[in-house]
């Protein structure tokens, strides 16, 4: 059982830059494919960002093309702990950011995803 909590959302100006933390819970973090979902109001949850589980070809990590060169995803598996650093902060950006938790592959679809977290709200003013 792996438990997600995340942290570090709030409101931030356009332009600006925010880090998501997800903390998990469990001593097989490594093992674990993670995920960054949004889901904006009256819209559907969508894949944001994921980073592979890590293996002996190092933390791969993959984004939608909506937010590439914006966000990073990284992972400190000694803290057992995925990142999400935010850059250039978009209105549109404005969302609940749900941290997801997978064993094994790396996924983009939220259904392949076992473990989430309660989620974090981001607020972007122009």
């Known amino acids: 059982q792996v438990q997600l909590v995340e942290s570090g959302g709030g409101l931030v100006q356009a332009g600006g830059s925010l880090r998501l933390s997800c903390a998990a819970s469990?001593?097989?973090?490594?093992?674990?494919?993670m995920g960054w979902f949004r889901q904006a109001p009256g819209k559907e949850r969508e894949f944001a960002a994921a980073?592979?589980?890590?293996?002996?070809?190092?933390?791969?990590?993959y984004y939608v093309d909506s937010v590439k060169g914006r966000f990073t995803i990284s992972r400190d598996n000694a803290k057992n702990t995925v990142y999400l650093q935010i850059h250039s902060l978009k209105p549109e950006d404005r969302a609940v950011y749900y941290c997801?938790?997978?064993?094994?592959?790396?996924?983009?679809?939220?259904?392949?995803?076992?473990?989430w977290g309660q989620g974090t709200q981001v607020t972007v003013s122009s």
């Open positions: 980073v592979s589980w890590s293996g002996y070809s190092g933390d791969n990590t």
């Open positions: 997801a938790a997978r064993y094994g592959a790396v996924a983009d679809t939220g259904d392949k995803y076992g473990y």
């Open positions: 469990g001593r097989t973090f490594r093992w674990y494919a």
